[in-house]
């Protein structure tokens, strides 16, 4: 994935960023008891559109861009 900035525009880190949400505690990776991930598509494809992601700097936690936004 591209993202619409290479670098934080609040305190200029280039090391990454993280997404959050509010409904964070129902997002869960599903794995099977032999280690393989199982599979999460339906999961995933439900909760993209209800989100609203926005993603914030690693370093300063403020917000560098709209996820939703950008993938639209
Ligand atoms: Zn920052």
Do not use: Q, W
């Not at 609040?10 to 099977?32: L, M, P, Q, V, W």
């Amino acid at each position: 994935m591209s993202t619409p900035v290479e670098r934080c525009p609040h305190c200029g880190n280039e090391e990454g960023f993280y997404t959050k949400d509010f409904a964070s505690g129902a997002i869960r990776t599903r794995y099977n008891f032999d280690g393989s991930e199982a599979d999460n598509t339906e999961l995933y494809s439900g909760l993209r559109h209800k989100m609203g992601k926005k993603a914030h700097c690693a370093e300063c936690d403020k917000v560098v861009f709209d996820m939703s936004e950008y993938e639209a």
